[in-house]
């Protein structure tokens, strides 16, 4: 049975891409963003997930305004790069996993919500600068990638409770697939950030640290922030954030936060990052087998699971 294991919630400001692009990552200004993302990528390195899902948002270069799902999910071979106005991004294509993404079609429709299957698509900085900050800058991407787009750039996106149940129904949907692979999901987009009109540069550190704490000890509090209440107090590309809840959803409601970072300014938005385990489950597995525990081979599933909880906490205390 495949297993979400951990999620993972990042910003994904175009200009990280630009920095790595044009390797600007040891200049001063961006090395305090991008020293937030060393011990995420020793802990990625680590973890060797079979398959990431990747909640993104595309920005006008798969979709047009003529057409914009609310929710699109990546079913293809591959997913080129996109031309995002300067050409393409020096980075690998993307390969996807088409038999769990047509899986989690399936299920996830037949479950009442209706994603968009696209065969075909380009991915944008949306999706490739989180995937840069979790993996580095490899030759070729070290797993597969489903990507699931979100429609937050033309009114109405989705709530944020329908994202959250989202996140549920793909839960649902990875448990019912039969194969054992270890999936990590991806939340991306935000924090506050507001990039034209009146309030252009507009940052609101506070809320975004309240929205993290929230992330990990209430999410289901954060399902009943409206868009108002998000564009208000984190400007209008703040509504990025419900993206974050699609992954949210899909693991426990008693997650574990294995690590944070969160700096300001990044271009002119807020950079938050935060990986998340379910504790709950690894810890309740571990304590309900015992004796037959013991003679378990290595790399058995509840080993896997303990060894991903101590790659954790050795991050969280800085020793590797
Ligand atoms: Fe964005």
């Known amino acids: 049975m495949a297993k979400i294991i951990a999620g993972v919630a ?22 305090r963003v991008f020293s937030g993302f060393e011990k995420s990528k020793e802990w990625m390195e680590k973890t060797k997930p079979d398959v990431c899902i990747v909640i993104y948002n595309d920005h006008a270069s798969a979709f047009s305004v003529e057409i914009v799902p609310t929710f699109a999910l990546g079913c293809a071979e591959e997913f080129p790069p996109a031309d995002e106005g300067w050409g393409p991004r020096p980075v690998p294509v993307v390969q996807g996993h088409p038999e769990l993404a047509s899986h989690i079609a399936q299920s996830v ?56 149940m989202l996140g549920k129904a793909i839960r649902r949907a990875v ?76 693991l426990d409601d008693k997650g574990d936060e294995g690590y944070r970072f969160y700096t300001v300014p990044a271009s002119n938005t807020a950079v938050g990052h935060i990986i998340l385990e379910p504790k709950r489950r690894a810890a309740g597995k571990s304590k309900r087998v015992t004796a037959s525990k013991a003679k378990r081979p290595m790399g058995s599933k509840p080993r896997r699971a303990a060894a991903f909880k101590s790659n954790l906490q050795s991050v969280r205390k800085g020793k590797r």
């Open 109 to 164: 429709i037949l479950d009442e919500f209706d994603l968009t299957i696209c065969n075909k698509m380009e991915v944008d900085h949306g999706l490739t600068v989180p995937m840069n900050l979790l993996f580095g800058s490899p030759k070729a991407w070290p797993c597969p990638v489903i990507p699931l787009a979100v429609n937050v750039v033309l009114y109405p996106p989705p709530t944020a409770h329908r994202c959250y």
């Open 175 to 250: 448990e019912s697939y039969p194969e054992d692979l270890r999936v990590v999901i991806f939340g991306t987009g935000g924090m506050s950030h507001q990039i034209s009109g009146p309030r252009a540069g507009l940052i609101n550190s506070k809320f975004d640290k309240a929205f993290l704490d929230n992330l990990t000890k209430d999410p289901r509090k954060l399902t009943r922030i409206t868009h108002l209440e998000l564009m208000r107090e984190a400007g209008a590309e703040g509504i990025e954030m419900v993206m974050w809840l699609v992954m949210r959803g899909a």
């Open 10 to 31: 990042s910003s994904h400001v175009p200009a990280i891409g630009a920095a790595i692009d044009n390797k600007q990552t040891e200049e001063p200004y961006w090395q």
